[in-house]
Every structure is written in structure tokens, then in C-alpha cells.
């Protein structure tokens, strides 16, 4: 069964940083893009980054470029989000997904990022 | 970057009933459309990819149609477990891949 379980979310002051991780199972992340979505609160879905299978290509969207970066080790079959100089807009729920370079398939349960002082 | 707009943003429905959620994207993706369900507390689930192709597993009610710039996510007879937020999204021309605001399907 395909498992993505996200963790790392909490509370944290603006100017803060946090890093997700996503570990995965069921199937192995070495044969997949991977991204990151996020969610505020009572809000809709929002593409935050990808990632290529090798790890080679990332991109971003442009509210996050520049402060958040993403990250994989497909040895340990986890993908990261570092993400640095939090603002209270990066609150939301970060959810982990598996797919190819345009769309996702499977999504992991999210974790909560809290910005707030 | 391209947008994606949704309509309803929201709409009630009784058990049986057909329902039809409508998508635009502002500028031809071909049928490089993608639905998704959302249900409360839950991640989301792709249902639809290409237009008009199921993903595995999901019901033959969910129906997907359209081409260039618009298309329809219909549910040909509305299930209990079929009340969620529905999320199209263009997988067209990425990055940034891009999702409408959503449609949120509630029991009238």
C-alpha cells in the first residue's frame, strides 16, 4: 500500500524555519517526481514545489523561491522541505505527494505549519 | 501562468442527483485536466487525470469531459460519500501546476 506520513510541522515565530520530512512507503520515491501542496486554513490547494526523481531539477512556486528548498533522499526514501524566513501567509497544512513532473497521484495526510508569534 | 476558475464554488445536492461541477482554464490545456476529492480533514484524491480517464479504484459515476478550455466533472447519481470539495488542476504547462479554487458539494 502506497503511504506518504508527513512530519515536522508546529508553531513557529516569523523570520523561523522548519524542516518537513516525508517518509514513504509501499512503493519507492527513486521512480517519482515529488512535490509539496499546501493548504491554509479554510482555503483551497497550492502547488509549493517538486522535485525530479534524481533530485537534479527543483522548482518552486514564486511565493516561496528563495527561502524554501526541497530535498530527497532517495536512499531513506524521504523527501524534505526546508523552509526558511517563515511569514504568517506560509501557515497551512503541507501535504507530500507522489507523481510526475505535471500532476500528483497519491498524497500523504499533511502536517500543520503554524507562523505565529 | 495559467488560471484555473471553478464554478459553483459551492452547490447542494440530494442522493441520486446528477451533478455537474465546470472548470476554465485562461488559455488551452488541451486535455491536460486533472480532478481531485477532497473530503473534511482528509487528503485529497485524484479521481480523474487526461480529461477523462478514472484513476483506479474510483467509481464509474465520477464522469470527466472537456477539451481546450473548458470541462465538467459530473457525478452521475450523488453517493453519501461523494459530499466533498472537488479541485480541478492543469497539468498543461508546469510550473507553477496550478488548481481552481474548488467546489464543495453539500447535502441539501
Known amino acids: 500500500e502506497v503511504q506518504l506520513v508527513e512530519s515536522g510541522g508546529g508553531l513557529v515565530q516569523p523570520g523561523g524555519s522548519l524542516r518537513l520530512s516525508c517518509a514513504a512507503s509501499?512503493?519507492?520515491?527513486?521512480?517519482?517526481?515529488m512535490h509539496w501542496v499546501r493548504q491554509a486554513p479554510g482555503k483551497g490547494l497550492v502547488w509549493v514545489s517538486r522535485?525530479?526523481?534524481?533530485?537534479?531539477?527543483?522548482s518552486y512556486a514564486d511565493s516561496v523561491k528563495g527561502r524554501f528548498s526541497i530535498s530527497r533522499d532517495n536512499a531513506k526514501n524521504t523527501l524534505y522541505l526546508q523552509m526558511n524566513s517563515l511569514r504568517a501567509e506560509d501557515t497551512a497544512v503541507y501535504y507530500c505527494?507522489?507523481?510526475?513532473?505535471?500532476?500528483?497521484?497519491?498524497w500523504g495526510q499533511g502536517t500543520l505549519v503554524t507562523v505565529s508569534s | 501562468d495559467i488560471q484555473m476558475t471553478q464554478s459553483p464554488s459551492s452547490l447542494s445536492a440530494s442522493v441520486g442527483d446528477r451533478v455537474t461541477i465546470t472548470c476554465r482554464a485562461s488559455?488551452?490545456?488541451?486535455?491536460?485536466l486533472n480532478w481531485y476529492q477532497q473530503k473534511p480533514g482528509e487528503a485529497p484524491k485524484l479521481l480523474i487525470y487526461?480529461?477523462?480517464s478514472l484513476q483506479s479504484g474510483v467509481p464509474s459515476r465520477f464522469i470527466g469531459s472537456g477539451s481546450g478550455t473548458d470541462f465538467t466533472l459530473t457525478i452521475s447519481s450523488l453517493q453519501p460519500e461523494d459530499f466533498a470539495t472537488y479541485y480541478c488542476?492543469?497539468?498543461?504547462?508546469?510550473?507553477?501546476?496550478?488548481f481552481g479554487g474548488g467546489t464543495k458539494v453539500e447535502i441539501k
Open positions: 505527494a507522489r507523481g510526475d513532473n505535471t500532476y500528483v497521484d497519491y
Open positions: 509501499g512503493f519507492s520515491i527513486s521512480s517519482y517526481w
Open positions: 522535485i525530479n526523481s534524481e533530485g537534479s531539477s527543483t
Open positions: 488559455q488551452s490545456i488541451s486535455r491536460y
Open positions: 487526461a480529461a477523462s
Open positions: 488542476q492543469q497539468s498543461y504547462s508546469t510550473p507553477p501546476l496550478t
